[in-house]
């Protein structure tokens, strides 16, 4: 049996002729399995926006890490996390939510962006660095299956 060139020598080096990559999770499936998203997890769940943070989208969230949850003042996260307080948590979290797939090359041409919650975040330039009201971008185009995440230093609280 002769064996084509070209897969001879794929093979020789050790490469794949066909990619068989998984298409990338989605918001809620990404954030899960990262090792400092498991507060902003909780959050979604207490929320109730899972299934919206798993449809078809296209989002962009800019997630606070673990770290930034616990910059909040004392108690903060835990009230929130209550039943009783569920509109305003899913409030606060859809102010982290733009709708479209806003990549870093976007984010740094716009002032400002109207969120899912209905106020609008202001973004700037600072230091060859991007700041979402204040909070830092530390990571930026996390690609998932129905949008983007941009990961963030601190939890943006909607204008009152």
Do not use: W
């Not at 020789?12 to 090792?35: F, K, N, R, Y």
């Not at 899913?90 to 797939?101: D, N, P, S, T, W």
């Not at 870093?104 to 202001?122: F, M, N, P, Q, Y």
Request: with cysteine.
């Amino acid at each position: 049996m002769k064996i084509p060139t070209t897969y001879a020598i794929a093979c020789a080096l050790g490469l794949t002729l066909l990619s068989t990559a998984a298409p990338a999770a989605d918001i809620v499936d990404t954030a899960a399995a990262a090792p400092n998203f498991k507060t902003l997890v909780a959050a979604v769940k207490a929320a109730g926006l899972v299934e919206t943070l798993k449809g078809p989208g296209p989002f962009t969230v800019f997630a606070p890490t673990d770290e930034a949850f616990a910059k909040l003042p004392a108690g903060t996260l835990e009230d929130l996390l209550k039943p009783e307080n569920q509109a305003r948590l899913r409030q606060i979290l859809e102010y982290h939510v733009v709708a479209g797939k806003v990549m870093a090359a976007d984010v740094v041409k716009l002032e400002s962006a109207k969120t899912v919650e209905g106020g609008r975040i202001e973004i700037r330039t600072v230091d060859g660095g991007v700041m979402v009201d204040g909070a830092h971008v530390v990571k930026a185009d996390i690609v998932t299956s129905n949008g983007v995440i941009h990961v963030i230093d601190a939890v943006i609280l909607p204008k009152q």
